[in-house]
């Protein structure tokens, strides 16, 4: 099969790999219909993510129709049609059973390498490196699903096409667990750091669970238009002198009741801190630039929620913790438990209270993938989200 392979820093290459196979009872696998490209991934483009091999291959956001089924598995059958979470959960351990999917006890076996950095491990992921499992991701023709009995998530209603659901395996979910962090009450005020597809999903989820107002901050035109037109209130950080102080003037000296950080550890911004970040991070000396996780933690209100869905990979510096603690605000954070999600997010997909198809703007061949990496990463084309066809012919 051809499927998209990591090889390096800003290298990637369409290779012929062996077909997958039923390894476990409880594995699927998966024709995969439709893939996307997701701002996580451009982590591992850039080389910020460790523990990537070369022939590595890449994609968490996939679905597709079922080819064949292990003797575990007796909720699918060849020929549905599914959506495939990115965390992989067993669906047994004490997490799974509490509905905490992406810190499943069991689906990473490379546990200790996460342990490692960050004393316990989350669950294993798809196509995000071998400190997640090593698992192969989906930007391919076909994906081996692993606990395929609690994973995969059936899409039966025919009248949906592949882009309407698609989002179903990450950032509509991403975003709505973000929105829902905030414990959003009917008069308050959010801002979202970030309007790429999972602050986009982040606008549109805080306004489904009750928010009277939602300001959204970024740089990219495209962007602060997709913003916009979903209801929010758009702050272009390059044309204003502080975020903070635009902020508090927008919400009469308080600061809104919630924030939302869905940029995460390649954020971009203004002034020295900004320029401090990159530097250390080019060095190896810092993993994660913060310089949104600050601005939230110093822009919310007193009592208030910073909510952060986007990824952060290991060490931060200079936090504003003294902010944070005096102000008595209330962290919410980690990967999205997908599967708690679907069927109330299908029924708001299925009820047309959200089109999930508005935040793509590009859709090519796996043969063009590589090209879009790079379109995606240098935020060039008006590039919002791509969204890929494994079995497409490259004109």
Known sequence: ?????????????????????????????????????????????????????????????????????????????????????????????????????SVCDNSNPNAW???????????????????????????????????????????????????QVLFLTDIFPTGYMAAENCDIEPENTVAVWGCGPVGWFAIKSAFLLGAKRVIA???????????????????NYDKVDDVIETLKEMTGGIGPDACIDAVGMEAHGTGPMAAYDKVKQMMRIEMDRPIVLRQALQACRKGGTVSIPGVYAGFVDRMPMGSAFNKGLTLKMGQTHVHKYLPKLF?????????????????????????????????????????????????
């Open 217 to 235: 901050i970024d740089r990219f035109p495209e962007r602060l238009m997709l913003a916009q037109r979903a209801g929010a209130e758009p702050i």
């Open 113 to 163: 390498l996460a342990e490692k950095m960050n004393g316990f491990s989350p669950a294993g992921l798809f196509g995000y490196s071998h400190m997640y499992g090593g698992y192969a991701g989906g930007q391919s023709q076909f994906a081996r699903v692993p606990f395929a009995d609690i994973g995969p998530f059936k899409i039966e209603d025919r009248s949906l096409s592949d882009e």
């Open 1 to 101: 099969m051809k499927a998209l392979c990591w090889n390096g820093k800003k290298n990637v290459k369409v290779e012929t790999v062996p077909d997958p196979h039923i390894i476990n009872p409880r594995d699927a696998v998966i024709r995969v219909t439709r893939t996307a490209i997701c701002g996580s991934d451009l982590h591992l483009y850039n080389g910020f993510v460790p523990t990537m091999h070369s022939g590595d291959i890449l994609g968490h956001e996939f679905m597709g129709e079922v080819v064949e089924v292990g003797n575990g598995v007796k909720n699918l059958k060849v020929g549905d049609r599914v959506i495939v979470p990115f965390p992989i959960a067993c669906g047994n351990c004490y997490f799974c059973k509490n509905e905490m999917y």
């Open 347 to 395: 029924d708001h997909i299925r009820n047309g209270d959200i089109d999930c198809r508005e935040v793509i703007s590009h859709r090519l061949t796996l043969e063009h993938a590589p090209k879009g990496y790079e379109v995606f990463s240098n935020k060039e084309q008006n590039c919002t989200k791509i969204v890929l066809d494994p079995w497409a012919e490259a004109a």
